[in-house]
């Protein structure tokens, strides 16, 4: 939902970091994987219950996730890029819940596999979509210019992002937080769903 906006805000930014490691010699790809060693950083640090280091390497890693495009547009996209983007992505989704269920078992297991659930079934959505979007030659730049075909939701890239800040910052809150995000995930997923019955049925 707010993904079109914070792109908006910090394009500029990225583009000009991005000039900055193409002169430096830097590849999309290595971006895209130093975002997903970040992100099992992240993941790791969780686990280990270090939350304040978790939530810095869970932003360095999406300030990865947004460079690697950057750079991307620079060099050159190439299709493999674009597919390499998006199965890190959401590798990283699953690892930092995953952290969070490690961290303390008896108290968010439960809420843990529920979001978990709920992404699995949110990214076959995402990406089955993506795929009858090609098929039928449909176009879409609402998050800028991606490889895939990209539907907008309530839960996207932002909004997760928030929801793990803040359950870096009150783990306690971890499992209200994490029911709370599936039940958003799930709307997402049935929204994306009765959209493509009215498009492709």
């Known amino acids: 939902m707010l993904d079109g906006w914070a792109h908006r805000q910090i394009k500029p930014g990225l583009s000009s970091i991005a000039m900055r490691l193409v002169a430096a010699g830097v590849q999309a790809n290595m971006v895209t994987y130093a975002g997903l060693?970040?992100?099992?950083?992240?993941?790791?640090?969780?686990?280990?219950?270090?939350?304040?280091?978790?939530?810095?390497?869970?932003?360095?890693?999406?300030?990865?996730?947004?460079?690697?495009?950057?750079?991307?547009r620079i060099h050159g996209k190439t299709d493999f890029g674009g597919y390499l983007d998006i199965v890190l992505d959401f590798a990283f989704y699953g690892a930092v819940p995953l952290g969070f269920v490690i961290a303390d078992p008896a108290a968010n297991a439960i809420a843990g596999a529920v979001l978990l659930l709920a992404f699995y079934v949110n990214g076959a959505s995402f990406l089955a979509y993506a795929i009858m979007a090609e098929k039928h030659g449909l176009t879409s730049n609402a998050r800028g210019e991606k490889s895939l075909f990209f539907t907008t939701g309530l839960a996207e890239a932002s909004e997760t992002l928030a929801v793990f800040?803040?359950?870096?910052?009150?783990?306690?809150?971890?499992?209200?937080?994490?029911?709370?995000?599936a039940a958003l995930t799930a709307y997402t997923t049935v929204s994306r769903m009765v959209l493509a019955g009215r498009r492709f049925g």
């Open 165 to 181: 800040a803040l359950m870096c910052l009150f783990p306690s809150w971890f499992p209200a937080l994490a029911y709370s995000f």
């Open 37 to 72: 060693g970040l992100g099992g950083a992240a993941a790791t640090a969780i686990a280990l219950q270090g939350y304040w280091a978790g939530l810095a390497l869970i932003l360095l890693s999406r300030l990865c996730d947004g460079l690697d495009g950057a750079v991307a």
